[in-house]
Every structure is written in structure tokens, then in C-alpha cells.
């Protein structure tokens, strides 16, 4: 069983850029596919893109294709989610999460088995 340990919310201006980390803890993410997901106050929770570990290939929510992008880096067990030309819509908590590979490329957050605990991002205007 893997856990998740979120970093690098923050506030930041918009158009600025932010990276946010998720880095596993008691495990690897070997055989695994690593999400991020953001909820902003009165909303449900909207996918943002994921990772397979095993081969790097990503996917994105159409709407943030260009300005998003998620790596993962081996040697330390982490994925990233690089946020560029950030807008005030984009302010929310933005999660990681987990789920076995073999479940193919899950955008439902109820299909994500392991979860961190969140990091607030909040973009002024």
C-alpha cells in the first residue's frame, strides 16, 4: 500500500507558475498510475491529468492541455505537476492520487484507490 505526501501549494499570481510535488511514502509507484485531481470550494472534484509510472505516457484534461504538465522523477520516487499561466479558476486543492496500472487510464476520482491530503493553491487576480 502506497501513501502520498503532497507539496508546493501556495499563493501566486495569476500568470505565474507553481510546481506541486507528490512524493510515495512506505512504497514506489511501480505499477501504478498517478493523478491529479483539484476541487475548488462548491465544486466537485475535476481531474487534471495523470502519469503511468511504468512508461511516463500522460493524460490531461482538455482544458488544461498546454499549460499543465505532470513528470515523475525515479530516483525520487515523486511526481510532479508543473501549473504555468495560472488563472484565478485554477485556484483550488489540488490532490494526488493512485491507482493499480492495470485499470487502464481512469479521469474518475472514485476509480483512485490511495489519496494525499491535499495542497492549497490559491491564484489572485
Known amino acids: 500500500q502506497v501513501q502520498l505526501v503532497e507539496s508546493g501549494g501556495g499563493l501566486v499570481q495569476a500568470g505565474g507558475s507553481l510546481r506541486l510535488s507528490c512524493a510515495a511514502s512506505g512504497g514506489t509507484f511501480r505499477r501504478y498510475r498517478v493523478g491529479w485531481f483539484r476541487q475548488a470550494p462548491g465544486k466537485e472534484r475535476e481531474f487534471v491529468g495523470n502519469?503511468?509510472?511504468?512508461?511516463?505516457?500522460?493524460s490531461y484534461a482538455d482544458s488544461l492541455k498546454g499549460r499543465f504538465a505532470i513528470s515523475g522523477d525515479n530516483n525520487k520516487n515523486t511526481v510532479y505537476l508543473q501549473m504555468n499561466s495560472l488563472k484565478a479558476e485554477d485556484t483550488a486543492v489540488y490532490y494526488c492520487?493512485?491507482?493499480?496500472?492495470?485499470?487502464?487510464?481512469?479521469?474518475?476520482?472514485?476509480?483512485?484507490?490511495?489519496w494525499g491530503q491535499g495542497t492549497q493553491v490559491t491564484v489572485s487576480s
Open positions: 502519469i503511468n509510472w511504468s512508461d511516463g505516457s500522460t
Open positions: 492520487a493512485a491507482v493499480s496500472a492495470s485499470y487502464g487510464n481512469p479521469q474518475e476520482a472514485r476509480l483512485y484507490a490511495y
